[in-house]
């Protein structure tokens, strides 16, 4: 152990060995780290350091694996996951294939008027993907997730039920 490095030094370095951190990359980290409270401690006092830091590296950790990961920021097209995970089963008469699609067309058009965001996130959802894999996808919140799944079928209930009322005013009239 190195005389010059704080005795909290060695215990970061454990913590980012167990998220899976080289040796060299964890001390990289922990290097960075320091020199960012260094910048920090010129202009505010920084009760704990070891707290500092350990915030600090984990945030350091998260965004190198961000950016080691660029397949994560690849976009996948609707279709493309809907060859790989048919949207409507394979086995239906064509019948219920026309009826399917119109309404998955509809359903898009629903979702398109919301955003293509919460389109696409709620197709992806649809398609298999959790929440996780979504937001690690697009590089946002699970929480983010969540709302736009919820606006979509909020988007998608609202218009069924619209149209419900149309067809029934129409069938009354």
């Known amino acids: 152990m190195d005389v010059n490095r704080p005795a909290y030094f060695e215990r970061l370095l454990r913590f980012l060995r167990r998220k899976g951190r080289s040796r060299e990359d964890a001390e990289d980290l922990i290097q960075e780290a320091m020199l960012r409270l260094h910048v920090y401690g ?21 965004d190198q694996h961000r950016r080691d990961r660029p397949d ?25 294939t026309i009826e399917a ?18 389109r696409e996130i709620y197709f992806a959802h649809r398609a298999g993907y959790s ?27 609202e218009h069924s039920e619209t149209e419900k009322d149309g067809t029934s005013n129409r069938t009354a009239g």
């Open 101 to 118: 699609q119109q309404r998955l067309n509809h359903i898009r058009t629903v979702l398109d008027a919301v955003s293509l965001r919460t």
């Open 72 to 96: 994560l920021r690849r976009k996948v097209p609707i279709e493309d996951v809907d060859a790989q995970d048919p949207l409507i089963a394979p086995e239906s008469s064509p019948e219920d």
């Open 42 to 62: 010129r202009d505010a006092p920084v009760v704990n350091e070891e707290a500092f830091l350990r915030c600090a590296v984990h945030n350091l950790s998260v």
């Open 131 to 157: 929440h996780a894999e979504i937001a690690d996808l697009m590089d946002i919140s699970h929480i983010t997730i969540k709302r736009h799944i919820a606006r979509a079928l909020l988007a998608i209930m």
